[in-house]
């Protein structure tokens, strides 16, 4: 059933509206509240790092991975909570960009940077580098328009997001700059990369070698994920590209492609 224009309004509010409860959430979360608020509500008291051990599967209350509390609000984790970020702050970028209204032009483009602001906290990577992405997109498409105000609100994001974790890591110590680019650092002795990223290049690694010994047909459904690694003796990759090829083979990638190429 189609949906009509009031309908749609509707639900962007909705959005909107459950977007910034996460965001000051996570504000208050990161800035106010106590590191384990979270527990009394049913929430893991057992860190991120060590989540794995909890029997109950709760989600955890503390996602301190490197040295630093992430932001992660009501979600299970800051990476899913930056993936939700990613797509609440280009929806008011695209709402602000195409606003007639000035004043509500204004206060959209202020939602979003505030988001920004709190996508920092979360120190998602993968997040982070989306966002970017497709900013950069969208400013493009502000200049083309000629809607140099959003274009410079845009420019105005990246130095936020910059304060914003300056308000938190100085940046401009080397071993704090490594935490958070490679959420661990670089041994001198060995130039070897600890910490999260060795993990994730060398689940790549293995991916590559399980894709080629499996090309057509995959290892098979649900034997790749953080559930099946713990549940079922699975696989981990940390790509959702790898994880729908290594699952189902090279067919199930081109399936996965072909609705952007109709």
């Not at 990577?125 to 959003?150: H, Q």
């Not at 994920?225 to 079922?232: E, G, I, L, V």
Request: with cysteine; proline share 3%.
């Amino acid at each position: 059933m189609p949906v009509s224009k009031d309908q749609l309004k509707g639900i962007l509010k909705i959005f909107i509206a459950v977007s910034i409860i996460c965001a000051v959430f996570a504000f208050l979360q990161i800035y106010i509240l106590p590191a384990d608020f979270l527990v009394h509500f049913g929430y893991s008291e057992i860190p991120a790092r060590r989540a794995q051990l909890d029997p109950t599967g709760k989600i955890p209350a503390i996602w301190n991975d490197f040295g630093l509390n992430r932001a992660f609000s009501f979600f299970s984790g800051p990476n899913n909570f930056g993936f939700y970020l990613t797509i609440s702050i280009l929806v008011l970028v695209s709402l602000a960009l195409y606003e007639k209204r000035q004043k509500l032009k204004l206060i959209l483009m202020g939602l979003a940077i505030g988001e920004v602001f709190i996508l920092a906290q979360t120190f998602s990577r993968s997040a982070w580098l989306g966002t970017a992405g497709a900013l950069f997109i969208l400013m493009i498409l502000a200049f083309r328009k000629k809607e140099f105000r959003v274009s410079f609100l845009i420019i105005i994001m990246g130095f936020v997001f910059i304060a914003s974790i300056f308000t938190r890591v100085n940046l401009f110590d080397k071993n704090q700059l490594e935490r958070v680019v490679l959420h661990g650092h670089i041994k001198e002795s060995t130039g070897e990369i600890s910490g999260s990223t060795k993990a994730h290049l060398k689940s790549y690694q293995s991916a590559y070698q399980l894709i080629l010994e499996n090309f057509i047909f995959g290892v098979g459904m649900g034997k790749v994920n953080a559930a099946a690694t713990r549940f079922s003796g699975g696989y981990s990759v940390e790509s959702w590209y790898l994880q729908v090829v290594l699952e189902m083979g090279i067919l199930a990638l081109l399936c996965f492609f072909e609705p952007f190429t109709t």
